[in-house]
């Protein structure tokens, strides 16, 4: 590389450190980790429709689509908190509509699709035919 190839990439680089929505910052680490609510909901799906909580979804659409608007409005603008409190206002909304869909079918409409989440404690139904062995 060429000196000044190296300095413009170093001075990018140092641009985006000293930003103040840059990874010195809470605007930079806090959109990172809220990654883990959308996680989160999106690993609801595959439980079961009549397991899932209204007012924790509730509560996770009105945060993330109030903090939608907040952090477009702070200084400095923060696109990546915008982003996942879009997509955490999101999976709250959409599993709000699963839990609605359910409670009026009695059918969760994604379980063809992601299934209920296995349970392996619960014991087993079926029986097995053939002789038992039985101590005399």
């Known amino acids: ?5 190296t300095s413009a990439g170093a001075s990018k680089f140092q641009a985006f450190m000293n930003h103040p929505a840059g990874p010195k910052t809470v605007f ?4 990172l980790m809220k990654w883990c609510l959308v996680a989160a909901g999106l690993k609801d799906l595959s439980r079961p429709a009549e397991k899932l909580s209204v007012s924790q979804n509730l509560a996770l659409a009105a945060t993330g ?11 400095p603008v923060n696109y990546s908190l915008a982003a996942v409190n879009l997509f ?16 009026k079918t009695q059918q969760d409409p994604v ?3 992601f ?14 035919a053939g002789p038992t062995a039985s101590a005399a």
């Open 1 to 5: 590389m060429s000196g000044a190839a």
């Open 28 to 31: 930079f680490w806090a959109p």
């Open 65 to 75: 689509l109030i903090w939608v608007r907040y952090s477009l409005v702070i200084t």
């Open 88 to 103: 955490v206002g999101s999976t709250g909304l959409g599993q709000l509509a699963r839990i609605y869909h359910y409670q």
């Open 111 to 113: 379980a063809k699709y």
């Open 115 to 128: 299934g209920p989440a296995a349970d392996s404690a619960a014991p087993s139904t079926t029986q097995k």
